[in-house]
């Protein structure tokens, strides 16, 4: 069973920056996928960055710009890297192992919060 911990999270005044950290255990973290999710309060949970074993990336139009998905193989870790944030950027943030078959694991969770 792959665990996932984020961290990182927290209040930042608009315009500020942030930096998550999600860390998984096991072995077949280098090999996956991986991906930043958020759900803000009363709204769906929505894909905000993808990068794939290879380092490829995709971006929701809303953080294209803004924020940069990155991953570190050697520390099993993935960040992402958030700035000029702004007060609809709040909500919880969960990191997700995506394999062929759908996702593996999520994240607990971690809050960010953008006030103007």
């Known amino acids: 069973q792959v665990q996932l911990v984020e961290s990182g999270g927290g209040l930042v005044q608009a315009g500020g920056s942030l930096r998550l950290s999600c860390a998984a255990s096991?072995?077949?973290?280098?090999?996956?996928?991986m991906a930043w999710y958020r759900q803000a309060p009363g709204k769906q949970r929505e894909l905000v960055a993808r990068?794939?074993?290879?380092?490829?990336?995709d971006y929701a139009d809303s953080v294209k710009d803004r924020f940069t998905i990155s991953r570190d193989n050697t520390k099993n870790t993935m960040y992402l890297q958030m700035n000029s944030l702004k007060p609809e950027d709040t909500a919880v943030y969960y990191c997700?192992?995506?394999?062929?078959?759908?996702?593996?694991?999520w994240g607990q969770g971690t809050q960010v919060t953008v006030s103007s």
């Open positions: 997700a192992m995506e394999r062929p078959y759908g996702i593996q694991s």
């Open positions: 990068i794939t074993a290879g380092g490829s990336t």
């Open positions: 096991g072995s077949i973290f280098r090999i996956s996928a």
